[in-house]
């Protein structure tokens, strides 16, 4: 409060320095006091005046109160801190004089005596009150002017709970607002920027990461949020590629039905030998492209169910004699020998049908290239059980081998029927939603293909 | 005079078959591959006029076979491509490619294409013409291009640009006009000549660092430091 207090006091001394200046200026006339005049002016600029003659006797005085202000018009700041501080002034202000040295012995009092006014501040009682004198000579040189006002110190003692509470409001608003600024920084701007990043998303269908390092539960919102749109955009740029791939791969087939037609209608001959190939090229397009499709329509379907199927313990043993009776059934694989090699069962945990599935397709790519027998080995390492389906034919070579697991690429030998070009990719997807995998092994079996089924054993 | 010699390496043998035809139609002797080993060894054996191939192939995939034919051979080369994205096509061209068809496309189409680069290999081959220009020797008839002393292997297509651009220097070629000459009536993006001139000063700074002969006339063409 001291900087209200030195600005509280300076301002009582400056109104009382000019107030004096001006009662000075109006002099005489005040002096002699035979009409209500210096009251007026008194109670008007909220001074407490008394006229001394040249030894010091008051001879004349008005309102104490006005001295205090609470009795004259008060602006409305003071009004303000009225109501915090009290009013100004002391009630015992006159109590207060009698203290005081008389008159004539008082410093401002005898130096205006001697003709130049003098001022002075007055404590009372400690810290609680401070009395501004000034006492200026009075313009006929017959007497002193003698003026003193309050400064709110004076009332503190008596307002200490108003005070207190207005510290206790003050200081009630400011941690409100620091608890506001708070909410507002750790609270509502990370909301504003989780909001803000899914808009953007929304509208662009892309965006960066949100990132907030936090670890409460806003944290964790974004940590999922950005999850959540990792995964949706993986989904999105896997769903694109699978796409791509697709129209890629259905435009060779495309190609030749093109070509065809302009032959049809372009060729000057077109000879039965001719009419055959042309035949032959096209219906190949089409069984190519309804392959495609069905294999595209069978991977998105597990795409789809996949994540959802019922999973359970699933005996390895089982599942190769599944594989193994269903291959041996073919007519088309009378002259392959199977063999399986499974000394011990094994359990993992998934879902049967697709698990069979992955292991049919690895036997039915294994029969195309063998020349005579396939073999199904199960073996463990570490927590792994591994599938591995050998064939003794001609092996991956060097140039396919980073090729066979792309979407669509086929190399089956002419006389066989051609393949889809999924059916490692749905090993692939089968194997990653089981959290397994399917490998080529670097160092098969002496000349033949060495594909391996990796998954996790059943606890 | 004998027919030209077209091998053509894609791994769909009925598009092959039918292409066969449609080539063997249009006046040009075909030798096929089924895949990239397959069609290297075919253009060992005898080296064709000009090459078709795929793309994507099982074995040597298309980029890798052009690669390898560029390392010793000129042959004009288009490819075969079903990826419609730029970069694809200009990575094709980059490798040495003169010329790229995209699947599905019209026979007639790729016959236009095979013409147009046999038409390259053949401009100017009865002209006896020489050029030398500050170290850069060029002579048309032999399509023999020297910097100094060291030769630089150009193809048809590349060695015609920088014919047609040093053959007048300082003057400005657009781009319309260096396509139309190079490629007659058949339409080429502006990024396929971008990428040849990229490949001409590729090949002559590999021999002289400092040739900076072939200016870019930013939004128009290219010409030749006068």
Redesign the interface.
């Known amino acids: 409060m001291g900087l209200y207090d030195g600005w509280s006091r300076g301002r009582v001394q400056r109104d009382v320095q000019s107030i004096s200046t001006m009662l000075s200026a109006q002099g005489a006339r005040a002096q002699r006091g035979d009409d209500d005049s210096l009251d007026r002016f008194s109670r008007e600029h909220a001074v407490f005046i008394r006229v001394l003659d040249r030894h010091g006797a008051v001879v004349r005085q008005t309102d104490p109160r006005y001295g205090d202000g609470r009795v004259s018009r008060v602006p409305w700041f003071e009004r303000v801190a009225d109501f915090f501080y009290g009013p100004q002034g002391a009630p015992d202000l006159l109590e207060y004089e009698r203290v005081l040295p008389p008159m004539r012995e008082r410093a401002e009092v005898q130096q205006a005596l001697r003709g130049t006014p003098g001022e002075l501040w007055r404590r009372p009682d400690a810290a609680k009150m401070f009395v501004f004198y000034r006492a200026i000579p009075s313009p006929d040189g017959d007497g002193v002017f003698y003026l003193s006002r309050i400064s709110r110190r004076s009332m503190l003692a008596l307002y200490d709970l108003r005070y207190q509470l207005l510290k206790l409001t003050l200081a009630l608003v400011v941690s409100a607002l620091i608890v506001s600024l708070w909410v507002t920084r750790h609270i509502v701007s990370p909301l504003v920027r989780i909001q803000d990043a899914c808009r953007a998303y929304l509208k662009k269908g892309s965006g960066a990461p949100i990132v907030l390092a936090r670890r409460d539960e806003i944290g964790d919102l974004s940590r999922d949020l950005d999850e959540l749109t990792r995964r949706l955009q993986g989904w999105a740029a896997h769903t694109r590629q699978v796409t791509a791939d697709l129209a890629h791969d259905l435009k060779s087939p495309l190609s030749t039905i093109h070509a065809s037609a302009e032959l049809l209608r372009d060729s000057a001959m077109l000879d039965d030998d001719r009419r055959q190939r042309i035949a032959t090229a096209v219906s190949q397009a089409a069984a190519h492209m309804s392959r495609s499709v069905q294999a595209m329509l069978t991977l998105a379907r597990l795409d789809e169910s996949l994540p959802t199927e019922q999973r359970g313990v699933v005996s390895i043993g089982d599942l190769v004699a599944r594989v193994s009776r269903e291959f041996q059934q073919d007519p088309r694989n009378s002259h392959i020998r199977f063999v399986v090699d499974c000394p011990i069962d094994h359990a993992v945990f998934g879902v049967a049908e697709r698990l069979a599935q992955a292991i049919h397709n690895l036997v039915d790519n294994a029969a195309t290239f063998c020349r005579e027998t396939v073999t199904v080995r199960v073996t463990t390492a570490a927590s792994d059980v591994i599938i591995a389906i050998l064939d003794d034919g001609p092996g991956v070579s060097r140039g396919n081998r980073d090729k066979i697991f792309t979407r669509f690429f086929s190399v089956r030998p002419p006389d066989q029927e051609p393949g889809s070009g999924l059916g490692l990719a749905i090993v692939h997807a089968i194997a990653q939603a089981h959290g397994g995998r399917v490998e080529l092994a670097e160092d098969g079996e002496p000349g033949g293909a060495c594909f391996r089924l990796v998954l996790a054993l059943a606890d | 005079m004998a027919k030209p010699k077209v091998l053509l390496i ?6 092959v ?3 066969s ?2 080539l063997e ?1 249009a006046g040009f002797t075909v030798d096929r591959a089924h ?3 397959a069609g290297w060894d075919r253009f060992c054996a005898g080296p064709p006029d000009l090459v078709v191939l795929d793309l ?1 192939m ?4 298309g980029l890798e076979l052009c690669r390898r034919i560029r390392e010793q051979h000129t042959t004009p080369v288009v490819m ?1 491509t ?2 419609d994205d730029e970069m694809d096509k200009v990575l094709g061209l980059d490798m040495g490619a003169d010329d790229y068809v995209t ?6 189409e790729l016959i236009a294409r095979i013409r147009a680069a046999l038409r390259r290999v053949s401009m100017g081959a009865a002209s006896a013409e020489v050029l030398e220009i500050r170290g850069l020797r060029l002579d048309r008839s032999k399509r023999d291009v020297r910097v100094g002393e060291t030769r630089v292997m150009l193809t048809a297509t590349e060695f015609e640009l920088l014919w047609i651009l040093a053959s007048r220097p300082g003057h400005v070629f657009d781009r319309d006009t260096l396509m139309t000459v190079l490629y007659g009536e058949i339409v080429v993006s502006e990024r396929t000549l971008d990428t040849f001139v990229k490949r001409v000063r590729r090949k002559l700074r590999a021999v002289e660092p400092a040739f900076d002969e072939l200016e870019t006339v930013r939004s128009v063409g290219y010409r030749y430091k006068e």
């Open positions: 894609d791994d769909d043998r009925g598009l078959d039918l292409v035809i449609a139609d895949d990239g080993k994507l099982p074995e040597l995939d075969l079903s990826r699947k599905p496309f019209s026979t007639r």
